[in-house]
Nanobody
Framework: QVQLVESGGGLVQAGGSLRLSCTASGRTYVMAWFRQAPGKEREFVST????????AYADSVKDRFTISRDSAKTTVVLQMNSLKPGDTAVYYC????????????????????WGQGTQVNVSS
C-alpha cells in the first residue's frame, strides 16, 4: 500500500508563492497534483513522469507553477508563484504505477493513490 504525505499549504496574499511537497512510500510512480475548490469538481493541475523528464500543466497554472521531483524519485514538489485568489483550493497529491519512465496522465481516474490534501488559501 502506497502512502502519500503532503505538506506546504497555507495562507498567502495574491502575488505570493507557496511550495507544496508530496512524499511517496515504497516504489516510485508517475505523480500529479490535483485541486478541488468548494462546490467544484477535482481538477488537474500538474503531472510529472517517473524519470522527471516529462511534465504537463493545466492552462490555468502554466508559467506560474513548476513541478519537479528529487533524485530518489520519492518526493514531488509543486512550486506555485504569482498566486491568484482563483488558486484557492484543497490540493491533492496523486500517484500510480508507471508503465514507462516518461508516461504521464492528466486524468484523475488514472491515479490509484491519493494524499489527504493540503489547503491553499490566496487572499486578494
Amino acid at each position: 500500500q502506497v502512502q502519500l504525505v503532503e505538506s506546504g499549504g497555507g495562507l498567502v496574499q495574491a502575488g505570493g508563492s507557496l511550495r507544496l511537497s508530496c512524499t511517496a512510500s515504497g516504489r516510485t510512480y508517475v505523480m500529479a497534483w490535483f485541486r478541488q475548490a468548494p462546490g467544484k469538481e477535482r481538477e488537474f493541475v500538474s503531472t510529472i513522469s517517473w524519470s522527471g523528464g516529462r511534465t504537463a500543466y493545466a492552462d490555468s497554472v502554466k508559467d506560474r507553477f513548476t513541478i519537479s521531483r528529487d533524485s530518489a524519485k520519492t518526493t514531488v514538489v509543486l512550486q506555485m508563484n504569482s498566486l491568484k485568489p482563483g488558486d484557492t483550493a484543497v490540493y491533492y497529491c496523486a500517484a500510480s504505477p508507471s508503465i514507462s519512465m516518461t508516461y504521464i496522465s492528466t486524468e484523475k481516474n488514472y491515479y490509484q493513490y491519493w494524499g489527504q490534501g493540503t489547503q491553499v488559501n490566496v487572499s486578494s
